[in-house]
Structures are given as structure tokens and as C-alpha cells.
């Protein structure tokens, strides 16, 4: 094997090394906030600074491959989507650690309402993550496609944890139950964002497969 076909190995290897790590920052930010436990965030802030070594060592590699290969076509395509990747996979580990500090100040105080959409939202966006990854991972155009509709479903559970919050707050006038609704639906905005992340994922594996920008606005048939 050419010395360039292991190095685009070793930059796909780590991408998904590192989506693992995020998503094992999701699940344990959610599980902190429904077990109400605060000693899960030194293993959440403790995998965020692998997430951002990462990141960096990714970076370096994808200019390294396209200063010293001057790849063109599939290949190039593949490093530029890699770069973009490496910084949402980043930017849902920043949200992950949001949803944390939140996190940490809404178990000081009791549950606000029994936590069933949030941790749904959750499990959706997590899969979510595993997906467009395996879609990067095997080039799989078809189950990208399938993450990008997935989209819909988190916002429509957003807009409904967002509408049942907005009525704790509007018929409260005690100051502590205004906080925690917005700290949760601050919660469910990062979910959202994660998700929206793992759809930039997907439009680039589609980038990558088929030189096609499905960006603005997102069209494929």
C-alpha cells in the first residue's frame, strides 16, 4: 500500500475514533442530568480535551496531506470533508460540555417536570452521530440521506419540549422554576445543535461521493 493510501487510513481511523468520543460525551452529559449526577462531568470535561487533541492532530494531518500529495478529485474531496468534519465532531463536543454546566446547576435544585422528551431527543441525536460517521466510514450516500431526514424528528421534539416549558414559565412566578425551564430548554437547544451537526456530516459524506454541494438548500434525489 502506497504511503499516502495509509496516511487517508489513519486520517479516516481517528475521525471515527473520534466520534466515538463524542459520543460517549453525549451520553454521559445526559446521564448526568437524569441521574443527577455531578461527578460525571470531570469524565465529560476529561473527554473534551481528547476531543480537542484531536482535533488539532486531524488538522495538521489533512494540510500536511494536501501540502506535501497535492491530491485531486475523490481524494482531495475526502480531505477537505474531513476538515469540516473534524470541526463539528469538535463543535458537538462544546456542546455536549454546555449541556453539562447546565447541567450541574439544575441538580442543585429539584426535578422541574419528570425528563422523558430530552432523553429521547438524546438517543435520537446520538444514533444520529453513529450514522453519519458510518456513512463517512463506508461512504454510504443512501444512509446519509437517511440521517438528513432524521433532522425533522429532532426539531419536532424540540418545538414540543420548547412549547411545554413555555407554560411552567408563564403560570410561575417563582424565579427558580423560570430558571430551570430555560436552563432545559437551553438543554434541548444543544441537543438540537448536535443534530444539526451531524447533518453538516452527511452533506459532506454526500460532498465527497458525488462532487455534489447539497448545502443551500439541501436538494438530492
Same mark, same amino acid.
Given at each position: ?16 475514533? &473520534?466520534?466515538?468520543?463524542? +459520543?460517549? &460525551? ?55 470533508? !474531513? ?8 463543535? &458537538? ?32 441525536? +446520538?444514533?444520529?452521530?453513529?450514522? *453519519? ?12 440521506? !437517511? ?21 411552567? &414559565?408563564?403560570?410561575? *412566578? ?48
Amino acid at each position: 500500500m502506497r504511503h499516502f493510501d495509509m496516511e487517508m487510513n489513519d486520517l479516516q481511523t481517528r475521525l471515527v475514533d &473520534m466520534a466515538e468520543l463524542v +459520543k460517549q &460525551m453525549i451520553k454521559a452529559t445526559i446521564d448526568q442530568l437524569v441521574l443527577r449526577d455531578p461527578k460525571l462531568s470531570d469524565r465529560i470535561f476529561g473527554l473534551e480535551k481528547e476531543v480537542n487533541i484531536q482535533e488539532i492532530v486531524i488538522d495538521d494531518k489533512c494540510l500536511k496531506l494536501i501540502a506535501l500529495n497535492q491530491p485531486v478529485g475523490t481524494d482531495l474531496r475526502f480531505i477537505t470533508s !474531513a476538515m469540516r468534519i473534524n470541526s463539528d465532531l469538535e463543535r &458537538m463536543g462544546d456542546e455536549a460540555v454546555n449541556i453539562s454546566e447546565i447541567s450541574l446547576d439544575l441538580i442543585k435544585y429539584p426535578d422541574l417536570k419528570p425528563l422523558i422528551d430530552i432523553p429521547k431527543m438524546a438517543d435520537i441525536v +446520538k444514533q444520529m452521530v453513529e450514522d *453519519s460517521i458510518r456513512a463517512f466510514n463506508t461512504s454510504d450516500v443512501k444512509l446519509a440521506k !437517511a440521517v438528513l431526514e432524521k433532522d425533522d424528528e429532532v426539531d419536532d421534539l424540540k418545538d414540543r419540549i420548547f412549547t411545554d416549558l413555555k407554560k411552567y &414559565m408563564t403560570k410561575s *412566578s417563582d424565579p427558580d422554576t423560570i430558571q430551570r425551564a430555560i436552563d432545559l430548554i437551553q438543554v434541548a437547544r444543544s441537543l438540537e445543535r448536535i443534530g444539526d451537526h451531524s447533518t453538516n456530516i452527511c452533506e459532506d459524506v454526500i460532498f465527497m461521493v458525488h462532487g455534489k454541494d447539497v448545502r443551500h438548500p439541501r436538494r438530492f434525489k
